[in-house]
């Protein structure tokens, strides 16, 4: 009995027509990418372990797919090894490479091997997927894409305000309505800094970071699992509920930062980065909040989230600062700032409201019907004439039923059919069928391809 074929949990296939939606969001944040000056590269889906172990926290290192060495990968593992029953052991020794968890780490990695080919600052975007051993739920998935782009070699600010005017001109394309979440990691460190938890800064963010997730009952609970004082998360309770405009949060976070010299650098930060948003009038909102830690590690600076607000579901896009992320490779003090667009997520968001323009589902203009060998014949030299002038075309490969090949047609929500019979081939012409209206049209080839035209 043969085997009823699946794919793995937290995976998709693509049909055509959802690869039409696909490359339409694709296309569009890659246009807006170069309209911004950034330069496309692509890395390798699989990396060694020992590049992105690490890079990612100790949650982040538990979704890592390991990949596992070829050939006989048991042949050379000592036996206790094996008996110990020890998997993280084990995956030392039996698996040297993983599939990319993200595309920034990757991009580090690259930065420094291609150092001397590169101009600083280098910008660039890469569009690929990535793998996570997550649970799957809706809008997470094991394999999704990212459309990443990133600034290295640069400290300024401009690149952040610049990260946010293309999420702003990215969304207004694609007619989804957001908001831009805004944070800073050194504001985070200064919190748990006047706290009394300056050590503790990695479970702090990883913890707050998910109050839309678990509530604030539930974070508490689990800052005071990682050993944080009952007092320190009462200092905290009044901060991470912070409300009121920019303004109003800055200034109040500015007092209470008022011992941190890290805090009140990452509140300069902020105020510069929304000051030029203001004077850019850039039209997407952009939020203060403070419980937004993104909780890789890597992040040193401004942090950014981006929120549907007409859908249910999580980030969309996301991203910040990581100025020590080129130093574990060897190479110190390259700043980088980036942001990542979840192109599975957004897909997921133009289909629930139904954003695709109309007529982007129109792959081929025209169809040309078939009835025998000589109109087939006829048909092949008209369609060269029609693909030479750039318009999508496609004969009927056989001759069949016009019911069956109008069927045809509409399926793909192709717009027009050419028909050719003994008449048409005498006169030169072929009858153009308009399948919205129905109406008909004795035309030459050059007068079918200016219609398409238009």
């Not at 998709?12 to 696909?22: G, I, N, S, W």
């Not at 700043?335 to 081929?364: E, H």
């Amino acid at each position: 009995m043969a085997t009823k074929p699946s794919i793995p949990k937290g995976t998709r296939d693509f049909a055509p027509l959802e690869m039409v939606r696909r490359n339409y969001i694709f296309n569009t944040i890659k246009d807006v990418f170069k309209l911004y000056g950034f330069q496309q590269i692509e890395t390798p889906a699989m990396e060694n372990l020992s590049t992105l172990m690490g890079k990612y926290g100790d949650e982040g290192d538990k979704l890592l797919f390991k990949i596992l060495n070829s050939g006989d990968y048991l042949a050379d593992v000592d036996a206790d090894v094996l008996n110990s029953r020890n998997s993280i052991k084990l995956i030392n020794k039996i698996s040297e490479k993983g599939l990319r968890y993200d595309l920034t780490v990757p991009f580090a990695r690259f930065v420094v091997m291609n150092r001397d080919k590169i101009s600083f600052p280098f910008k660039r975007y890469q569009i690929q997927p990535v793998w996570r051993a997550d649970k799957p739920q809706k809008g997470r998935y094991r394999e999704f894409y990212q459309c990443d782009v990133d600034v290295v070699g640069s400290n300024s600010l401009i690149n952040e305000v610049e990260l946010i005017q293309i999420v702003d001109e990215v969304f207004r394309r694609l007619n989804v309505n957001v908001c831009i979440k805004l944070n800073n990691r050194k504001i985070l460190s200064g919190i748990a800094e006047v706290i009394g938890e300056a050590e503790k800064i990695v479970d702090i963010t990883v913890a707050i970071d998910k109050l839309d997730k678990i509530g604030l009952e539930n974070v508490n609970a689990e800052l005071a699992s990682k050993g944080i004082s009952q007092d320190a998360i009462a200092k905290l309770q009044p901060i991470i509920l912070l409300q009121g405009s920019n303004q109003e949060k800055l200034a109040t976070i500015k007092e209470v930062l008022a011992s941190s010299e890290t805090g009140l650098k990452g509140v300069e930060e902020i105020q510069t980065i929304l000051n030029y948003v203001e004077a850019l009038n850039v039209k997407t909102k952009v939020e203060l909040d403070l419980t937004l830690a993104r909780g890789l590690n890597y992040y040193t600076g401004a942090i950014f989230e981006v929120k549907a607000l007409d859908v249910q579901i999580g980030s969309i896009t996301g991203g910040g600062r990581y100025d020590n992320l080129t130093g574990v490779f060897g190479m110190e003090g390259v700043s980088g700032v980036g942001i990542s667009f979840g192109a599975d997520r957004i897909y997921d968001v133009l289909n629930q409201l139904n954003l695709y323009p109309a007529d982007m589902l129109q792959t081929t203009k025209l169809l040309f019907a078939s009835f025998g060998e000589n109109e087939l014949s006829y048909a092949l030299e008209c369609i060269k004439q029609v693909r030479a002038a750039n318009i999508p075309a496609e004969v009927y490969p056989e001759p069949a039923k016009m019911k069956k090949q109008m069927g045809y047609a509409d399926a793909k929500n192709i717009p027009y059919v050419a028909i050719i019979g003994e008449t048409e081939m005498a006169e030169h012409k072929v009858m153009l069928k308009n399948m919205e209206s129905g109406e008909q049209k004795l035309l030459s080839i050059n007068e079918v391809i200016e219609l398409l035209k238009k």
